[in-house]
């Protein structure tokens, strides 16, 4: 395989078919030569738009993950970003996250300190709901004088979205942005960052929602995986054209879909409580908002107190970064102290990813890290596919939505961590909790952060 530099990428051309030969894609770059198990395998789901779905090994979401992983993927795609638009390539980096990419360590990673502090143009990150709000966040604190927002699926009572529009081929499609307009009322450029790109239409949509009420000359698209066609990207040329702006796509790893079975698939399985709750499983409880969250002044002043101010729903700045880490670590010291040092599965849930995943770093003890999701996957035991066990429960905070976490049955872990955002009713919690105390876990943590 012969590679050459790209610009800021490796050029290269591999095929590789999935599990059972249905999907075939053809990879043309790939910057720090990332394992392609490592960065995406490939799973059916629910959903007649698309039925297969690309599970990533690297964001904490369906997959549990060290910590330290996400950090590092956030760190490669700034690199790449700062690349593009300051021009400067810093081999020693790119040599440093190419030997963590590396499969005999990365998934051992002991440590995700973000080692560089990019300077230049002031930015606007938006991360995408609900896979890439904690990914977005990473890579905004790798940048100085930014600020960082993200979409959401939750509709805020008495509170009106400043835009709306539609996330294509996703089985929640409704995106809202709560943030003040103050993010957006200006130039600057504004970086779209999620976990893969097929066809490029949600950036799309997105792009033509801000445009309309705040226009400027640049947005980036900012992705691990980046699968854009040929007649995707006609599409985006003829908006570049139509409103006068300069879109550009960067990824760490890029490629075509060249073979796809369209048959869908019909599923009505049941994938909800099987096992045998056991009752004497001991559930502990733990609220830090008087301790932390009141103490540091992290509640929300609009309409909406019952939400963080820090999580990027309504967005941060970059001189806030400080105090968001000390947060954390406060908080990880203390939870380290109420729990057991033994092997531990944190959870986050929905939306509510990147504090809980900065907390779960700074615990004491060995930890894993995923979160709960809207995203319906086929389970499967056979060989090589990712997804071997799924466990659906009513969504804590929203009942009338149905919410998944994958492949903990069997699980190594002896004590689960869940955190959530919102100071919970156990009624609520009654579906999450069922499910935990089927599993191999001896001990539950609930940490809510108001």
Same mark, same amino acid.
């Given at each position: 395989?012969?590679?050459?530099?790209?610009?800021?990428?490796?050029?290269?051309?591999?095929?590789?078919?999935?599990?059972?030969?249905?999907?075939?894609?053809?990879?043309?770059?790939?910057?720090?030569?990332?394992?392609?198990?490592?960065?995406?395998?490939?799973?059916?789901?629910?959903?007649?738009?698309?039925?297969?779905?690309?599970?990533?090994?690297?964001?904490?979401?369906?997959?549990?993950?060290?910590?330290?992983?996400?950090?590092?993927?956030?760190?490669?795609?700034?690199?790449?970003?700062?690349?593009?638009?300051? !021009?400067?390539?810093?081999?020693?980096?790119? *040599?440093? @996250? &190419? /030997?963590?990419?590396?499969? +005999?360590?990365?998934?051992?990673?002991?440590?995700?300190?973000?080692?560089?502090?990019?300077?230049?143009?002031?930015?606007?990150?938006?991360?995408?709901?609900?896979?890439?709000?904690?990914?977005?966040?990473?890579?905004?604190?790798?940048?100085?004088?930014?600020?960082?927002?993200?979409?959401?699926?939750?509709?805020?009572?008495?509170?009106?979205?400043?835009?709306?529009?539609?996330?294509?081929?996703?089985?929640?499609?409704?995106?809202?942005?709560?943030?003040?307009?103050?993010?957006?009322?200006?130039?600057?450029?504004?970086?779209?960052?999620?976990?893969?790109?097929?066809?490029?239409?949600?950036?799309?949509?997105?792009?033509?929602?801000?445009?309309?009420?705040?226009?400027?000359?640049?947005?980036?698209?900012?992705?691990?995986?980046?699968?854009? !066609?040929?007649?995707?990207?006609?599409?985006? *040329?003829? @908006? &570049? /054209?139509?409103?006068?702006? +300069?879109?550009?796509?960067?990824?760490?790893?890029?490629?075509?879909?060249?073979?796809?079975?369209?048959?869908?698939?019909?599923?009505?399985?049941?994938?909800?409580?099987?096992?045998?709750?056991?009752?004497?499983?001991?559930?502990?409880?733990?609220?830090?908002?008087?301790?932390?969250?009141?103490?540091?002044?992290?509640?929300?002043?609009?309409?909406?107190?019952?939400?963080?101010?820090?999580?990027?729903?309504?967005?941060?700045?970059?001189?806030?970064?400080?105090?968001?880490?000390?947060?954390?670590?406060?908080?990880?010291?203390?939870?380290?102290?109420?729990?057991?040092?033994?092997?531990?599965?944190?959870?986050?849930?929905?939306?509510?990813?990147?504090?809980?995943?900065?907390?779960?770093?700074?615990?004491?003890?060995?930890?894993?890290?995923?979160?709960?999701?809207?995203?319906?996957?086929?389970?499967?035991?056979?060989?090589?596919?990712?997804?071997?066990?799924?466990?659906?429960?009513?969504?804590?905070?929203?009942?009338?939505?149905?919410?998944?976490?994958?492949?903990?049955?069997?699980?190594?872990?002896?004590?689960?961590?869940?955190?959530?955002?919102?100071?919970?009713?156990?009624?609520?919690?009654?579906?999450?909790?069922?499910?935990?105390?089927?599993?191999?876990?001896?001990?539950?943590?609930?940490?809510?952060?108001?």
């Amino acid at each position: 395989m012969d590679t050459v530099t790209n610009q800021y990428s490796k050029s290269i051309l591999k095929k590789q078919r999935n599990y059972n030969e249905q999907i075939e894609v053809e990879i043309t770059e790939n910057l720090f030569d990332i394992p392609l198990n490592d960065v995406f395998l490939l799973a059916e789901r629910q959903n007649k738009k698309r039925k297969f779905l690309f599970v990533s090994p690297l964001l904490g979401k369906h997959l549990a993950i060290k910590p330290q992983v996400l950090f590092t993927v956030g760190q490669a795609l700034a690199y790449c970003l700062n690349f593009t638009i300051g !021009s400067f390539k810093d081999i020693q980096e790119e *040599n440093r @996250l &190419e /030997k963590k990419f590396n499969r +005999e360590v990365f998934s051992t990673l002991d440590t995700c300190e973000i080692t560089n502090k990019y300077e230049g143009e002031s930015l606007l990150f938006l991360g995408f709901a609900e896979t890439a709000t904690a990914l977005g966040q990473v890579v905004y604190q790798c940048f100085t004088n930014t600020q960082y927002v993200h979409t959401t699926r939750e509709h805020i009572k008495n509170k009106e979205p400043i835009f709306t529009f539609e996330e294509e081929h996703s089985h929640a499609v409704d995106q809202l942005c709560y943030f003040d307009q103050t993010y957006v009322n200006n130039n600057k450029t504004i970086v779209l960052v999620d976990d893969e790109i097929t066809t490029g239409k949600t950036a799309l949509n997105i792009i033509k929602s801000i445009h309309k009420m705040f226009p400027r000359k640049r947005y980036i698209v900012l992705s691990i995986l980046n699968w854009i !066609s040929e007649e995707a990207q006609k599409s985006i *040329n003829s @908006l &570049e /054209k139509e409103l006068d702006i +300069e879109i550009i796509f960067l990824s760490l790893v890029k490629g075509n879909i060249v073979g796809e079975d369209t048959l869908l698939i019909e599923e009505n399985h049941s994938y909800s409580l099987q096992e045998n709750d056991d009752k004497n499983k001991k559930i502990s409880y733990h609220s830090i908002y008087e301790k932390f969250t009141k103490k540091n002044n992290f509640i929300y002043t609009g309409k909406s107190s019952t939400h963080l101010s820090i999580t990027g729903r309504f967005g941060i700045k970059s001189a806030q970064n400080d105090n968001i880490l000390s947060y954390a670590k406060e908080v990880a010291e203390y939870i380290s102290n109420k729990t057991s040092s033994t092997k531990t599965l944190c959870i986050g849930t929905g939306e509510f990813m990147y504090l809980p995943l900065l907390v779960t770093k700074h615990l004491t003890f060995d930890c894993r890290f995923q979160a709960t999701t809207k995203s319906p996957i086929i389970p499967k035991r056979t060989e090589n596919y990712p997804i071997k066990s799924r466990h659906e429960f009513k969504n804590p905070e929203i009942s009338s939505e149905t919410n998944y976490l994958y492949n903990l049955k069997n699980i190594e872990e002896k004590q689960v961590i869940v955190f959530l955002e919102k100071n919970l009713k156990d009624v609520d919690l009654k579906g999450l909790s069922s499910i935990l105390k089927t599993l191999n876990f001896v001990e539950i943590h609930f940490v809510s952060f108001m």
